[in-house]
């Protein structure tokens, strides 16, 4: 009985990966599992039968982690991959993005419901490009923690100084841009310091190993800065017998809390009532919160339907059918201006037209470029956005949730890109047109 | 940052984290609800496995207290566990729920199928489920797929687009980002919904401990006629064992996982309660793949290459 009980007591840790091949990451990772006992006994007898088949000598961890065919026969790492293990203390839900050059989208992609990302960085090497663009896409998502992970501090003698220096570099860059918060570590992955167990090469170290840190990172929410927001996926209307008048709003709660009794209102529509009853999953409850799965009952029987989004009466975010946002281009075939699209935010989707694209953002260096006129894979950029209807949208720094959508091609169901709504990180400038005349603006 | 966060919460974690049980729940709810507000025609995959039976559990969660918005749909192989059939048949009348059956033995009998010369039926099964689908008119299909099972599965996405002839192709895999499910498809096209995408084997058997939900009685230790092949104690049967040269033995064990008998290997195994097989999962050095399923066993790519087909 104790047995369950204490394994029930753990919280759920979402975290991404970020990093090139050469950086170590399948070795991180590799050990992160092998050494909190997350790979079993047939899985490595898998790798270590595939191995030797492939003439190589020992196991090659990374076929632990790359499952797919081509992955196997090219030796790289097609997509994002989730990968689970846990300890007395937590369970972890890894994004395991690859590190070649789709690195992008994928990263995007992993980073979307991570609350932490590791960053690795080659101590021989120091801070590079990648390692700035790391950053700046760690930034722009709004991941609340991220590790910067020094390895291959076996190769640089263990020196306090080549770490103190890469890690005071980087932790300036991060916090320019509005990280808010970087744990740096120094590590040797293939070795094992400082991963699960601490170094005895690295006496002057006194922080956590990773795993440490990535057990007692915090991952509640703050409540008191959220502003509440329930998009409304579906009605629940069982009309039988028993319940022949219940009318809940069923959905996740995408931030904030709710409370019975809260005056509430519903957008777009603006109508507003009282909360009179909260069901947490056919139990009554008097608060509800963040990411929970609820159905809210009003007092007054209004006009609700899926897509609508239930927010506090006091607390309403402006309704808009004009969207500024910086955008990922998730999709092979280019977004341009004109383009148009669905865009699904919350639980609704709509219709939308690409107006504008003022500028691509290069991350190697933040700078912007101007009128880009299209978005290719893998660009960043910040894209105007009109919509058919009104929507209620958050900015992306205030709520990951609700500050965030993607747009869909209405012809054949491709996502195309990622969006988050509000001011940019790297545009605190407005853009200057200097291409009037370069045959790209509309 | 740290500061705010520590006055809401005075310290502590509580009483806003969610345990790591109820978040996955919580998501699970979440892609119910998505796809019953999007798509036409969803249904279930039921085998009466413990994975189908928590997704059902968190279905009848999801709308209660209505009747959920779905039908079931079981893939027959024709060489099931009795006890599984009774269980499934008994939970379908229970909740009132609507069944359909795709059987693999009638696509035998009629011809259109070939049974294999090692008489393991769990590839023959994507044929029977594709045209089942196609007949249907089912958009939207929930399979228990788990990423944590297999490293093809550990690709998948939540939400997986199928097209009009159920295959999966990992290279054209839509990004899923925040909670955001692209459900799009053509005409023709189908959806594969995975909510317990981000569960473990534990996961379940934790979940299924908290909501003391029931399982077929093959789950537990029970006294059993078995013979081993391949290093899997199988239970004898019409199905084609025990071989010459195979001998029958009763011994003490259950089922990890619950599908065709003649793939499906019993462990040995005293774990008569469901804290007892928690703490046996939890010490197993072996994935409940790898420990009893033959057909996993066939290739590297295996598992890839049935999905391809359409497998789920």
Redo the contacts between chains.
Sequence with gaps: MSTTTELSETTLLRFATAGSVDDGKSTLVGRLLHDSKSVLTDQLEAVERASTARGQEGPDLALLTDGLRAEREQGITIDVAYRYFATAKRRFILADTPGHVQYTRNMVTGASTAELTVILIDARNGVVEQTRRHAALAALLRVPHVVLAVNKMDLVDYQESVFAAIAEEFTAYALELGVPEVTAIPISALAGDNVVEPSANMDWYGGPTVLEHLETVPVIHDLSHCHARLPVQFVIRPQTAEHPDYRGYAGQIAAGSFRVGESVTVLPSGRSSKISGIDLLGEPVSIAWTTQSVTVLLEDDIDISRGDLIVPSKDAPPTTQDIEATVCHVADAPLTVGHRVLLKHGTRTVKAIVKDIPSRLTLDDLSLHPHPGQLVANDIGRVKIRTAEPLPVDSYSDSRRTGSFILIDPNDGTTLTAGMVGESFASPEPVKDASEDDGWDF | ??T??A???EGT?AP????????????A??IF??V??EFERPVILFSGGKDSIVMLHLAL???????IPFSLLHVDTGHNFPEVLEYRDRTVERHGLRLHVASVQDYIDRGVLKERPDGTRNPLQTLPLTEKIQAEKFDAVFGGGR??E??????ERVFS?RDEFSQWD??R????????Y?G???PGEHVRVFPL??W?E??VW?YI??EGIELPEIYFAHEREVFSRSGMWLTPGEWGGPKDGETVEKRLVRYRTVGDMSCTGAVDSDAVT??DV??EI?A????ER??TRADDKMS??AM??RKREGYF
């Design positions: 940052m740290t705010t966060v006055a809401v919460a974690d806003y984290a969610l345990s790591h049980l109820d978040a996955l729940e919580s998501e709810v979440h609800r998505e019953a507000g969660k999801a709308f209660a207290p209505a009747a990423r944590d297999e490293k093809a599965r550990a690709k687009l990992p290279r895999q839509r990004p899923e980002l925040w909670n955001l692209n799009r498809h053509a995408s981000n473990t534990l996961d934790q401990a908290r469901l804290d928690i703490v939890a197993s050095r072996l994935t790898g420990a590297e790519a890839e290459d």
